[in-house]
């Protein structure tokens, strides 16, 4: 049962345009959501988050937005750099539970 | 500041041998705990998490067992590797009761052979 879904499993994008990367949940109890980037034999690093009474919020080049009626969050990268090659991580964890529930990941590919 | 130590960053078992991987945490008390695998295609899978001294849930049926035998150790372990348990294994933390992100150790490539 796969409650956070990252459908796209990769993303290409030139240097300077927008990157979209986006993700659906099914559990309506989430309620705090993260974005992670993650470079091969590494840990993930967390990029930007949102709580649930905010539809948006903003830091530098990345935006994250969220649907509550659609389950859906989306993080917006602009302008993208081909050091945002990577694969990024969605993640949503709820009021009443201590688990981090992570997606599937996307790989982002930002070519010249 | 704190910081997260996994080790060993690379190991090579055969099939049927036992396996510990070690995490520990410094700089914070009572922090929750998580074990991941990132398998192909799999994204990372929850395995274990602890949110204090003993205290562990496990969210697959598997062949793997985790302890936390001190506040800020986590161990994760098996009597007897199979195949399938290859992947990328990843030790995180977050602070207990904090709306914020989990930060993650650099993760132990495991080979079952």
């Known amino acids: 049962d796969q409650q956070v879904k990252q459908n796209s499993p990769s993303l290409s994008v030139q240097e300077g345009r927008i990157s979209i990367l986006n993700c659906d949940y099914t559990?309506?109890?989430?309620?705090?959501f993260l974005w992670y980037k993650k470079y091969p034999a590494e840990g993930p690093t967390f990029l930007i988050s949102?709580?649930?009474?905010?539809d948006k919020n903003e830091d530098g080049r990345f935006t994250v937005f969220l649907n509550k009626s659609a389950k859906h969050l989306s993080l917006h990268i602009v302008p993208s750099q081909p050091g945002d090659s990577a694969v990024y991580f969605c993640?949503?964890?709820?009021?009443?539970?201590?688990?981090?529930?992570f997606g599937t990941g996307t790989r982002l590919q930002v070519f010249p | 500041s704190q910081t997260i130590h996994q080790w060993p960053a690379t190991l090579v078992q055969p099939v049927g041998s036992p396996l510990s991987l070690e995490c520990t945490v410094e700089?914070?008390?009572?922090?929750?705990l998580y074990w991941y695998r990132q398998a192909a295609g799999r994204g990372l899978q929850l395995l274990f998490y602890s949110v204090g001294i003993g205290q562990i849930s496990s969210e697959v049926p598997q062949n793997l067992s985790a302890s936390r035998p001190q506040d800020r150790q986590f161990i994760l372990s098996s009597k007897k590797l199979l195949l399938s348990d290859s992947g990328f294994y990843l030790c995180?933390?977050?602070?207990?009761?904090?709306?914020?992100?989990?930060?993650f150790g650099q993760g132990t490539r495991l080979t079952v052979v």
């Open positions: 995180a933390w977050i602070e207990t009761g904090a709306r914020a992100e989990a930060f």
């Open positions: 700089g914070t008390s009572n922090p929750n």
């Open positions: 559990n309506s109890m989430f309620d705090y």
């Open positions: 993640a949503a964890s709820g009021l009443y539970t201590d688990k981090l529930i």
């Open positions: 949102i709580s649930s009474i905010k």
